[in-house]
Structures are given as structure tokens and as C-alpha cells.
């Protein structure tokens, strides 16, 4: 059997998976998914998989995928039961489907169990499909696969309730953007932007790479941005999100697609991950800072400081 998993270095500075990375999993397990029946569930950790052992024997097993959906950064695979398994990656998750024959897929965080013997320690949720098994691996344990009923799954489930706008929606607009980050006014952009209740799936590299494409610095006051401003960033995020998935996501460092392909959009990154190289607009040094409690990227001539 042969395996189209490429394996992928690893790096100190965990990076949670955003929109484009999920989707580009949520791509690749819809190739391989959707019309199998699943034969059987094993877990060794009941925080990754908090479910109901009779619920799982009664709507899972024998249930057959319908569809491999995302919302957020959350993966939802509809059930012929009428039941959805939720999946969520948090830091080191990974999903790693090997067939019985022909070609598998392996996304998330980036160790040897993308292309080990599986399962391994990092193993625990285990699902067996017809023609193949998925495994759920995460090394600190903080993610997890839950089983919701699917009628009403994103009205009435508590982490779904939360989510902000799609930002790639084609029905999401300016007017909805503006009116949510001005409700965070008084707290920087980039945490406004950060925050999954204004816009769903937006983390650290898009919230650098559009307020740079903005021209805002990430300190700057939400309600301190012009409206220009605000629909110029809009505009970037939506676009550098789309480029991203055409490129297969961040992948360089955690992501690889159904072929084995790692992700390329890094490698056109403007600012994330480049401090103290030139800034390809101006010339001016690329610098580190931390805003929002996170490590922050930034060109202090292209998003000068509001007043400087």
C-alpha cells in the first residue's frame, strides 16, 4: 500500500490550524470519506472522545458518512444516522486516513506519526471505515471528536453557537464586518480579528498578513481604524485566506494535502515568520512585537503607529 503522506519538519512555535488549513483537510478527507460505512470506534482517552459507548454503537457504527463539512476551524462529518461527528484539531491534532489499498491522506501538527506505524502513542480515537481507517492522533490531548445530533448541530451546539460569520461566505459582508469589530472598539484590531465571535477561523498568520496588506498596525484600537481602513483589511483577509487554499494552506510547517502535497502559501508570505528581513514593499525591517498576546509581525513604515 502505498502512502501519499509527505512528512514535514518540526518547529518550536506551535501554530493552531485557521480557516484555510482545516479546509484543506475537510478537501482531502471529503475525497476519501463519503460513502463509506464506518465499522467500529476504539478510543484510549475519554477527553478526546467524550461520548456516550451505547450512542456510538447505536448511531455510529453501521452509520454511513454523508458529507465531510467545516465550520469555524471544526470539521463536521454528517452520519446517514442522523448524527455528526464534530472534530476539532486544537494544537497538535492530526487526522491520518490510510486505505487498504491505493493512496491516504495526513493533515495536522507535524511528527512522525503523519508517516509511522499507526496507531501509535499520540493514537486516540481509532475509526474503521469499509475501505480503509481513520486515525485521530494528538499529542498534548487537547482536541477532540464529538458526536452531535446533525438536526439543529449549528444552533444548538455550545462551541458552534459561539462562531462568527464564514468570512469567505459569499452572503458575509462589509457592513456585518465593521459592525462586529466595532463592537470590540476599545480592544486592538488584531485581537478583534482574533476573536472567533467576530469572524470565524481567522488566527495568528492571517491576522498578520491582512493588517499588513491593510497598511494597519495590529495595536491600533479597533475603533480607531478609518473605515476605510476597515474595508481595505475586509478585502485582505478574504483574499489572502482564498490564495491560501488555492496554495494548500500554511503547509510548509503542519499541513499536507490528499496527494501529499505540503502547503505553499508561506513561502509567499509578506511579514508572518519574517522578522529582521526586508519588507518587500519598502525595504524597512520586518519586526517582531507581541500584541494580543500573541507573536506579532509587522512593517513599522507600511502600518505606522496611529499619530506617527
Not at 491576522?207 to 475586509?234: Q, R, Y
Request: proline share 5%; aromatic share 8%.
Amino acid at each position: 500500500m502505498s502512502i501519499a503522506i509527505t512528512h514535514v519538519s518540526r518547529y518550536n512555535e506551535h501554530t493552531m490550524p485557521e480557516l484555510p488549513e482545516v479546509e484543506t483537510v475537510r478537501a482531502g478527507l471529503q475525497q476519501f470519506l463519503v460513502g463509506q460505512k464506518i465499522l467500529s470506534v476504539t478510543t484510549d482517552w475519554p477527553k478526546s472522545f467524550p461520548n456516550d459507548p451505547k450512542l456510538v454503537r447505536d448511531k455510529v457504527v453501521e452509520a454511513t458518512v454523508l458529507s465531510v463539512d467545516r465550520r469555524g476551524k471544526a470539521l463536521i462529518i454528517p452520519l446517514t444516522s442522523a448524527y455528526s461527528l464534530l472534530i476539532h484539531l486544537k494544537m497538535t491534532g492530526q487526522l491520518v486516513y490510510r486505505p487498504k489499498k491505493g493512496k491516504g491522506f495526513g493533515g495536522g501538527h507535524p511528527n512522525d506519526s503523519l508517516v509511522g506505524s499507526l496507531p501509535d502513542s499520540s493514537t486516540h480515537v481509532i475509526i474503521e471505515l469499509t475501505s480503509g481507517t481513520l486515525f485521530f492522533n494528538d499529542q498534548r490531548k487537547f482536541g477532540w471528536v464529538r458526536l452531535e445530533k446533525s438536526a439543529g448541530l449549528y444552533e444548538s451546539d455550545a462551541f458552534l453557537q459561539k462562531l462568527g460569520p464564514e468570512p469567505l461566505s459569499e452572503s458575509y459582508t462589509f457592513e456585518q464586518f465593521k459592525k462586529a469589530v466595532n463592537k470590540r472598539k476599545n480592544t486592538s484590531i488584531k485581537a478583534a480579528i482574533l476573536d472567533q465571535t467576530v469572524v470565524a477561523g481567522v488566527g495568528n498568520i492571517y491576522a498578520d498578513e491582512s493588517l499588513f496588506a491593510a497598511g494597519i498596525h495590529p495595536a491600533t484600537k479597533a475603533g480607531e481604524v478609518s473605515s476605510i481602513k476597515l474595508k481595505k483589511l475586509f478585502t485582505a483577509l478574504r483574499e489572502i485566506m482564498q490564495l491560501s487554499i488555492k496554495l494548500g494552506g500554511s503547509s510548509d510547517r503542519n499541513y499536507v494535502d490528499a496527494e501529499g502535497k505540503k502547503g505553499s502559501y508561506l513561502k509567499f508570505a509578506k511579514v508572518f515568520r519574517r522578522e529582521g528581513k526586508a519588507c518587500p514593499e519598502c525595504d524597512n525591517t520586518i519586526t517582531k512585537i507581541r500584541v494580543a498576546g500573541r507573536g506579532t509581525h509587522v512593517c513599522p513604515k507600511c502600518q505606522p503607529i496611529a499619530g506617527e
